[in-house]
């Protein structure tokens, strides 16, 4: 695999990044998975605009322009003849040269870039799209503010892994009662044909993927309500789904052991999921 890492295109095994960059000390740092389906990327201006977001918010400079962050992502497309995939980018503060809490002066220390490409031939196609997932609800005790979208990943990790320890696939996590979002995806359930999601906050992250459903949705003149629901709620529903740029819309099709409908995917969530492909490629 080639990868990029500030400025330079290298093969993966000599890309090196410093033991005092602040992404690896701190989790100082933010991200985006863009998807790549027939090597065409999907949404991309939805990621950029959302980069650009969580980095003002942190006060991380841009590491590029605009131009120059399409420029790579299509470059590391075509170096690695990526058919159907995805692109991970990551920026972190950059390496101070030591450990200190305080920010380091931005005129010093200049941010890292780092961007590699992940193989998945056939996503758009993949067996538990056909199935549906199951879901466990776990409690949200992530930080405050998780429309940044940063890089500390640990309890998200763990809860997917109570989530396998469970027999299920993923974790919805749920705060004073009300679900949040995934541990990596925003989270929905369909009751009598209307679609019900989170509104957004500082509590979820702005899926761009969630963005482009919803404006489908009410394209489709689907009903759409954002407000929290209780996992009761999702419990009694006719069906449910999540998004997210690696899984585009994936339904669910049991919630802490509770099958839902049939127990097989619903008909809002393959009209969706059919949708979004369509209009991504
Ligand atoms: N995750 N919520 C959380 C907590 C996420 O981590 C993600 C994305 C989403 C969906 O956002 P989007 O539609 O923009 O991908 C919601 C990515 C895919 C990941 O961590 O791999």
Redesign the pocket.
């Known amino acids: 695999r080639i990868v990029y890492v500030n400025g330079q295109y290298l093969p993966e095994a000599e890309a090196t990044i410093s033991i005092f960059d602040r992404g690896f000390l701190m989790a100082d740092g933010v991200y985006e998975?863009t998807s790549v389906l027939d090597g065409k990327l999907v949404d991309f201006a939805g990621h950029q605009v959302r980069l650009a977001r969580s980095l003002g918010e942190l006060d991380i400079a841009a590491p590029c322009s605009d131009g120059e962050l399409l420029a790579i992502h299509r470059e590391l497309v075509a170096r690695n003849d990526l058919t159907d995939g995805m692109i991970y980018l990551q920026v972190t503060r950059g390496n101070p040269g030591d450990r200190d809490f305080a920010f380091p002066d931005p005129a010093t220390t200049k941010p890292t870039l780092v961007l590699f490409t992940q193989s998945k031939p056939g996503m758009a196609d993949s067996p538990a799209s056909k199935t549906g997932i199951k879901v466990i609800s776990i409690e949200d005790i992530r930080w405050g503010r998780?429309d940044i979208k940063t890089v500390q990943l640990l309890y998200?990790s763990m809860g997917k892994m109570m989530a396998k320890k469970a027999g299920a696939d993923d974790a919805w996590m749920v705060e004073e009662g009300h679900v949040t979002?995934?541990?990596?995806?925003?989270a929905y359930i369909v009751k009598n044909g209307r679609i019900i999601t989170r509104q957004l906050s500082h509590e979820?992250?702005h899926?761009?993927?969630?963005a482009a459903v919803l404006r489908f949705a009410a394209e489709a003149q689907m009903e759409v309500e954002e407000r929290p629901f209780t996992i009761a709620e999702a419990m009694a529903a006719d069906e449910a789904f999540f998004?997210?740029?690696?899984a585009f819309v994936m339904p669910v099709v049991e919630i802490d052991g509770a099958v839902l409908g049939n127990g097989k995917p619903g008909p809002v969530a393959r009209r969706l999921r059919e949708i979004y492909l369509d209009e991504s490629r």
């Open positions: 998975v998780r998200p979002e995934g541990t990596s995806n925003n979820i992250l899926g761009i993927t969630r998004t997210s740029a690696s």
